[in-house]
């Protein structure tokens, strides 16, 4: 099995700055592409931000000036920077990864159990 663990949510006034942490763990051949998806109440879940396997990186044009993906593939992690935070980025923040598992032959997409990112005014 494999699991991915988000970390680094909490409270933070507008205008501030948090970096979110996602590891992966258990049985991984290898991760392709990462990503992050947030959903915040009464709004569907959307994308924040993907990093591929050689780091290219994409944003929806909205987080492009704010947010920062990268990732450390020695250590299975991917992060997220997130600057000059707004009350409307207040939301679960959820990472995903696409992962080889196993034998290194089957592939699957991985969600974490999210974390929560609360922006006060």
């Known amino acids: 099995q494999v699991q991915l663990v988000e970390s680094g949510g909490g409270l933070v006034q507008a205008g501030g700055s948090l970096r979110l942490s996602c590891a992966a763990s258990g049985s991984i051949s290898r991760i392709n592409d990462m990503g992050w998806y947030r959903q915040a109440p009464g709004k569907e879940r959307e994308l924040v931000a993907g990093i591929t396997s050689g780091g290219s990186t994409n944003y929806p044009e909205s987080m492009k000036d704010r947010f920062t993906i990268s990732r450390d593939n020695a250590k299975n992690t991917v992060y997220l920077r997130m600057n000059s935070l707004k009350p409307e980025d207040t939301a679960i923040y959820y990472c995903?990864?696409?992962?080889?598992?196993?034998?290194?032959?089957?592939?699957?997409?991985?969600w974490g159990q999210g974390t929560q990112v609360t922006v006060s005014s």
């Open positions: 995903t990864a696409v992962i080889y598992y196993g034998a290194g032959l089957r592939k699957k997409d991985y």
